[in-house]
């Protein structure tokens, strides 16, 4: 089945630099969309960055200008090059991929801490 495995959380001082990672294992076509989330409430998570198969990007605007999203197609991997970490950032981000047979997968989340 397929498997999105997340790494590169963890703590960092305002204003630091943090790159998360997500590399899906068992996808070799179908991706519509790549993207992170971060969990806003305890039922609602807030979409971050957003990558299509088309190469379009879509950010929240919390995060323009310091967060980047990028992909591996090689690898299935998604990255998510965060700079300027403000501690409102601090949250646990969660990968998310989608094909285009409305199938959803999830990674199991990675914290992130933004604290002096």
């Known amino acids: 089945q397929v498997q999105l495995v997340e790494s590169g959380g963890g703590l960092v001082q305002p204003g630091g630099s943090l790159t998360l990672s997500c590399a899906a294992s068992r996808i070799t076509f179908g991706i519509s969309a790549m993207g992170w989330y971060r969990q806003i409430s305890r039922n609602e998570r807030e979409l971050v960055a957003a990558?299509?198969?088309?190469?379009?990007?879509n950010y929240a605007d919390a995060v323009k200008g310091r967060f980047t999203i990028s992909r591996d197609n090689a690898k299935n991997t998604v990255y998510l090059q965060m700079s300027s970490l403000k501690p409102e950032d601090t949250a646990v981000y969660y990968c998310?991929?989608?094909?285009?047979?409305?199938?959803?997968?999830w990674g199991q989340g990675t914290q992130v801490t933004v604290s002096s």
């Open positions: 998310n991929v989608r094909t285009q047979w409305d199938e959803e997968y």
């Open positions: 990558l299509t198969s088309g190469g379009n990007t």
